[in-house]
T-cell receptor, first 114, second 110 residues
Framework: GENVEQHPSTLSVQEGDSAVIKCTYS??????FPWYKQELGKRPQLIID?????GEKKDQRIAVTLNKTAKHFSLHITETQPEDSAVYFC?????????????FGSGTRLQVQP | DGGITQSPKYLFRKEGQNVTLSCEQN?????MYWYRQDPGQGLRLIYY???????QKGDIAEGYSVSREKKESFPLTVTSAQKNPTAFYLC?????????FGEGSWLTVV
């Protein structure tokens, strides 16, 4: 089955700096890659996603890049703010057929220092 | 996200007991999922169902059981065979590519 690895496990940045979180996946058939933000004790919230027919997607301060050949994708947060502090999860799945369930990375705890 | 309701939010289980977590959705989604999250960890798939009256084991199904008698409902039973059930349980559903999560249920063994 699919295996998703995520790095780093913790990341501390100064307010205003950029943060980058990286994930790799094992199943070349995976074609959907969402990113979730989770605050303590709450459900994950989708912040951005990308499909395999696109190399990059941006939404205000958040961007995701995908390299299908290398099987890795990254989350970029620019101009970080204290409210960006949370745990971020990447995930991968094969959409439109089969299981469709997401396989998650182990998470990155982002701390934005004011 | 408000279309998925999980209950109870907090549940305490004595050793040897079975407990059932409820998950109801009014999003008319075909697919539903159960994930387990341990403190400081990612989400792991327990069971999933693509359609009524059908479900499949996920990556950590041992000690759990599910049913899908109605499209709206996908209850999860944590059986006594699950030796370490203390965790945060998340139900989810999807009608397309985006997955929607419920608010989660905290299960603690006492």
């Amino acid at each position: 089955g699919e295996n998703v690895e995520q790095h780093p496990s913790t990341l501390s940045v100064q307010e205003g700096d950029s943060a980058v979180i990286k994930c790799t996946y094992s199943d070349s058939a995976s074609n959907y890659f969402p990113w979730y933000k989770q605050e303590l004790g709450k459900r994950p919230q989708l912040i951005i996603d990308i499909r395999s027919n696109v190399g990059e997607k941006k939404d205000q301060r958040i961007a995701v890049t995908l390299n299908k050949t290398a099987k890795h994708f990254s989350l970029h947060i620019t101009e970080t703010q204290p409210e960006d502090s949370a745990v971020y999860f990447c995930a991968a799945s094969i959409q439109d057929t089969g299981r469709r369930a997401l396989t998650f990375g182990s998470g990155t705890r982002l701390q934005v220092q004011p | 996200d408000g279309g998925i309701t999980q209950s109870p939010k907090y549940l305490f289980r004595k050793e040897g007991q079975n407990v059932t977590l409820s998950c109801e959705q009014n999003l008319n989604h075909d697919a539903m999922y159960w994930y387990r999250q341990d403190p400081g960890q990612g989400l792991r798939l327990i069971y999933y169902s693509q359609i009524v009256n059908d479900f499949q084991k996920g990556d950590i199904a041992e000690g759990y059981s599910v049913s899908r008698e109605k499209k709206e409902s996908f209850p999860l039973t944590v059986t006594s065979a699950q030796k370490n059930p203390t965790a945060f349980y998340l139900c989810a559903s999807t009608g397309g590519n985006t997955i929607y999560f419920g608010e989660g249920s905290w299960l603690t063994v006492v």
